[in-house]
């Protein structure tokens, strides 16, 4: 049973423009969200979390939505670098017992120069 | 500050062997967490550890099991090797402060089971 779904295995996108990323879950008590980034050879790297108390949070370029009635999130990066090619994960868990990461399949983004 | 790190990098075994992999937190984390990411997936918990005892367990037989050392290293033992845990095997440390702390991961040691 997969908790936690990104259902778009890859998505390409032209630099300077605007990213989108979704992610679904399925279980109501997960309360704390997070996206992390994968390159080749490396460990994923924290980009941005949100708690099930906001809808929004930023940090420069990356804006992550939380939508809890449709248990959606979506991370948008504006403007869209090169740099930014990756595999993107979501992550879900709970603020209470282990912390333990529930995390999606992945999204490959390629920006394209 | 140093990073997580872990060893070894790329191990191959057969299956039935047993394996050890090591995982180095970064200073003053107190918590480390091992996932098992097989190819095409996101990763999956296995099990975390806090001040050296087990807190929590994932959907994985007991012959995965973990030990936690004073100085912030970490182990992963796996027995009886068996050709699907061929897969990249990440931890992170965190610092527990009663909230879901970020997790940082190291690179990961790939194993191959034949």
């Known amino acids: 049973d997969q908790q936690v779904k990104q259902n778009s295995p890859s998505l390409s996108v032209q630099e300077g423009r605007i990213s989108i990323l979704n992610c679904d879950y399925t279980?109501?008590?997960?309360?704390?969200f997070l996206w992390y980034k994968k390159y080749p050879a490396e460990g994923p790297t924290f980009l941005i979390s949100?708690?099930?108390?906001?809808d929004k949070n930023e940090d420069g370029r990356f804006t992550v939505f939380l939508n809890k009635s449709a248990k959606h999130l979506s991370l948008h990066i504006v403007p869209s670098q090169p740099g930014d090619s990756a595999v993107y994960f979501c992550?879900?868990?709970?603020?209470?017992?282990?912390?333990?990461?529930?995390f999606g399949t992945g999204t490959r983004l390629k920006v394209l120069a | 500050e140093t990073g997580v790190t872990q060893s070894p990098t790329h191990l191959i075994k057969t299956r039935g062997q047993q394996v050890t992999l090591r995982c180095s937190s970064q200073?003053?984390?107190?918590?480390v967490s091992w996932y098992q990411q097989a190819l095409g997936q996101g990763p999956q918990f296995i099990f975390q550890?806090?001040?050296?005892?087990?807190?929590g367990r994932g959907n994985f037989p007991p012959r995965f099991s973990g030990l936690q050392f004073p100085n912030y290293s970490s182990e992963l033992n796996v027995n009886a090797l068996e050709l699907d845990d061929s897969a990249l095997y990440l931890c992170?440390?965190?610092?527990?402060?009663?909230?879901?702390?970020?997790?940082?991961f190291g690179p990961g040691t790939r194993l191959t089971v034949l």
């Open positions: 200073s003053g984390h107190n918590t």
């Open positions: 992170a440390s965190s610092l527990e402060l009663g909230g879901p702390d970020t997790q940082y």
């Open positions: 992550a879900a868990t709970l603020t209470s017992g282990t912390y333990k990461y529930i």
């Open positions: 279980n109501s008590m997960f309360d704390y």
């Open positions: 550890y806090y001040r050296e005892e087990e807190n």
């Open positions: 949100i708690s099930s108390i906001k």
